[in-house]
């Protein structure tokens, strides 16, 4: 799976919208763009995923550059709750469900003030 | 809907020792991964399982071996354990899809003395 490049840590104040950046330069045609999140003592939990056009669902939102070098992760109303790490993964559409298992980096760690 | 269960929650053995970790996936999936997370990183992917066979392995040693049941539970055994298997242990559950969203448990902390 290809590279991807994140903040080590963010910083938002609660009830207030957060954009996670993920750069991924060498994205290739057939890379889905997924995002997970862990939070403290748990493990990591599926948030998003997303191909060329953007995407919502109940937790987040998934932002695609247009040229799909990088994209965010925007978190409309932060809480608490959403304190956590939070990872970008590029997952090949042939591979997917195949043998190499997700590629997780550092991550963002973001902290949520009250 | 039952999640992905793992057991026990914590564990400590001592160097040498042999260690069963075990994963209950979640209904409907026929595939398990397992994961080993050291303090501050990543998951590292170690293998995963597909109806009962491996199906593809991470940079992780045969000492390191895996069991995936008809009913889709699983074991993740490891021999010989050195200091540095001292992590936490994810297995993840999903159905093998393009997408492969993995639903992951709550994970069994392992302490090598």
């Known amino acids: 799976d290809a590279k991807t490049t994140q903040p080590n840590s963010m910083e938002s104040n609660e009830e207030e919208p957060v954009h996670l950046p993920c750069n991924h330069s060498t994205i290739s045609g057939t890379d889905y763009i997924h995002w997970y999140r862990q939070l403290p003592s748990q493990g990591p939990e599926y948030v998003i995923h997303g191909l060329t056009s953007n995407v919502n669902n109940r937790m987040a939102s998934l932002a695609i550059a247009e040229d799909r070098k990088s994209s965010t992760l925007i978190l409309h109303r932060a809480t608490l709750r959403d304190a956590a790490v939070y990872y970008c993964i590029l997952r090949d559409l042939w591979t997917g469900g195949g043998a190499d298992g997700l590629t997780f980096g550092k991550g963002t760690h973001l902290i949520i003030q009250p | 809907e039952t999640g992905v269960t793992q057991s026990p929650t914590h564990l400590i053995k001592t160097r040498g020792q042999q260690v069963t970790l075990r994963c209950s996936s979640q209904?409907?999936?026929?595939?398990v991964s397992w994961y080993q997370q050291a303090l501050g990183q990543g998951p590292q992917f170690i293998f995963q399982y597909y109806r009962e066979e491996e199906n593809g392995r991470g940079n992780f040693p045969p000492r390191f071996s895996g069991l995936q049941f008809p009913n889709y539970s699983s074991e993740l055994n490891v021999n010989a354990l050195e200091l540095d298997d001292s992590a936490l242990y994810l297995c993840?559950?999903?159905?093998?899809?393009?997408?492969?969203?993995?639903?992951f448990g709550p994970g069994t902390r392992l302490t090598v003395l």
């Open positions: 993840a559950s999903s159905f093998r899809d393009y997408t492969d969203t993995q639903y």
């Open positions: 209904s409907g999936h026929n595939t």
